[in-house]
Nanobody, 123 residues
Framework: QVQLVESGGGLVQPGGSLRLSCAAS????????MGWYRQAPENERELVAR???????NAADSVKGRFTISRDNAKNTVYLQMNNLKAEDTAVYYC?????????????????WGQGTQVTVSS
């Protein structure tokens, strides 16, 4: 009933920038926390950054000062601005959202994930 659609991934040179977007659609009542996670080959999934409905944020030490998470509640969208990208940032990036939505004749709170978008940093 709810879908998360990611965009903005791709190939970029070291030192470059990318902006990821993730928009939620469907019968949505409200969205609580939203965030970005990433997973590289042979690595565990790790938190990149999260943002609450009120705008409070937290980010992994490895991306602080380079990545900025933000959201537009009117558009049900979360963004990740990635600057000064490094080869170590190469991974599949997944957006996540805790969403209150319609389920049958009622409503429920569910944790949703996007399909993932590949970010490759290489010269």
């Amino acid at each position: 009933q709810v879908q998360l659609v990611e965009s903005g991934g791709g190939l970029v040179q070291p030192g470059g920038s990318l902006r990821l977007s993730c928009a939620a659609s469907g019968s949505i009542f409200s969205i609580n926390d939203m965030g970005w996670y990433r997973q590289a080959p042979e690595n565990e999934r790790e938190l990149v950054a999260r943002i609450t409905s009120g705008g409070s944020t937290n980010a992994a030490d490895s991306v602080k000062g380079r990545f900025t998470i933000s959201r537009d509640n009117a558009k049900n969208t979360v963004y990740l601005q990635m600057n000064n990208l490094k080869a170590e940032d190469t991974a599949v990036y997944y957006c996540n959202a805790e969403i209150l939505h319609a389920q049958g004749t009622g409503i429920t709170l569910s944790d949703y994930w996007g399909q993932g978008t590949q970010v490759t940093v290489s010269s």
